[in-house]
T-cell receptor, first 114, second 117 residues
Framework: AQSVTQPDIHITVSEGASLELRCNYS??????LFWYVQSPGQGLQLLLK??????LVQGIKGFEAEFKRSQSSFNLRKPSVHWSDAAEYFC????????????FGPGTRLSVLP | GAVVSQHPSWVICKSGTSVKIECRSL??????MFWYRQFPKQSLMLMAT?????????EQGVEKDKFLINHASLTLSTLTVTSAHPEDSSFYIC?????????????FGPGTRLTVL
């Protein structure tokens, strides 16, 4: 069965510093990969997604992610973090076949220091 | 665009009562809606998938008689937690999608926090 791991439960960075959130997936074929952000008390917002093609994907709010098949990874990056980026970040995978069986990772909580 | 709302955002109920949560797609017609459950500091777990006009498909381990899902229109799905107990306390999130194609984006609601006393 497919699974998603996010090794870092909580990350703290200073405002203006760069950020990388790790995501590893387990799936036999090429998955559909997503990154979502959840602010406190709010729903999830899609940051970016990867289906095929260019392995470096640009998203909203200055985020990007790189799909690396050899490492089964889909890490999220941002060159300069803003205080408003503090939130919970979820990596998700949709496996093959018909349907949208989203499997979410456990999430990484990002704190931003002023 | 693509806004999904949930009502109520927060509900407290007594053990043994039933609670209904509404999920609405405000500016698009959602042929498919999903219900997730999120425990504190944990990830989202898919409970069920519902298509408008048909019975919901429940994930393994989810009691369909306890979590009643109705998707009567293209803009509204409801989740009823019947005979709620304290262990049902959780954050319930719905999402909506146009179709079930693998790459279709799901738009998420803000969630409903259920506390059962």
């Amino acid at each position: 069965a497919q699974s998603v791991t996010q090794p870092d439960i909580h990350i703290t960075v200073s405002e203006g510093a760069s950020l990388e959130l790790r995501c590893n997936y387990s799936y036999g074929a090429t998955p559909y990969l997503f990154w979502y952000v959840q602010s406190p008390g709010q729903g999830l917002q899609l940051l970016l997604k990867y289906f095929s093609g260019d392995t470096l994907v640009q998203g909203i709010k200055g985020f990007e992610a790189e799909f690396k098949r050899s490492q089964s990874s889909f890490n999220l990056r941002k060159p300069s973090v803003h205080w408003s980026d503090a939130a919970e970040y979820f990596c998700a995978v949709v496996a093959g076949g018909y349907g949208q069986n989203f499997v979410f990772g456990p999430g990484t909580r990002l704190s931003v220091l002023p | 665009g693509a806004v999904v709302s949930q009502h109520p955002s927060w509900v407290i109920c007594k053990s043994g009562t039933s609670v209904k949560i509404e999920c609405r797609s405000l500016d698009f017609q959602a042929t498919t809606m999903f219900w997730y459950r999120q425990f504190p500091k944990q990830s989202l777990m898919l409970m069920a998938t519902s298509n408008e006009g048909s019975k919901a498909t429940y994930e393994q381990g989810v009691e369909k008689d306890k979590f009643l899902i109705n998707h009567a229109s293209l803009t509204l799905s409801t989740l009823t937690v019947t005979s709620a107990h304290p262990e049902d306390s959780s954050f319930y999130i719905c999402s909506a999608s146009v179709g079930l194609a693998r790459g279709n984006e799901q738009f998420f609601g803000p969630g409903t926090r259920l506390t059962v006393l």
